[in-house]
């Protein structure tokens, strides 16, 4: 079993910056592909970005976040993290981190956190 914390949500205006991190306990992530979802009120969950933790942690995103978003992790800390640059509106949402075989889709991981908010200020 995997657990996963997220932290590092809050209230930004827009064009700033957040960095939100994904602590695992349980097991470690070396196994797994770490993602980040998020939903925005009246929406579906949709992908925002992915990190395989073997060596050369390959990334892609979602085309919304690419250019402003970065995904990393440190392995030594079991901890993901999403640094988030340029905000907009049209971020505000609950973000998830998330661990399993990976992918772009929700049913490709195992392992949920419970979601941080993130509110961005126009």
């Known amino acids: 079993q995997v657990q996963l914390v997220e932290s590092g949500g809050g209230l930004v205006q827009a064009g700033g910056s957040l960095r939100l991190s994904c602590t695992a306990s349980g097991r470690t992530l070396s196994s797994y592909r770490v993602g980040w979802f998020r939903r925005a009120p009246g929406k579906d969950r949709e992908f925002v970005a992915a990190i395989s933790w073997g060596s050369g942690g390959s990334t892609f995103y979602a085309d919304s976040v690419k250019g402003r978003f970065t995904i990393t992790r440190d392995s030594a800390k079991n901890t993901a993290y999403l640094q988030m640059d340029s905000l907009k509106a049209e971020d505000r949402a609950v973000y998830y981190c998330a661990a399993g075989v990976g992918g ?19």
């Open 104 to 122: 772009t889709l929700v049913r490709t991981y195992k392992y949920w956190g419970p979601g941080t908010q993130v509110t961005v200020s126009s």
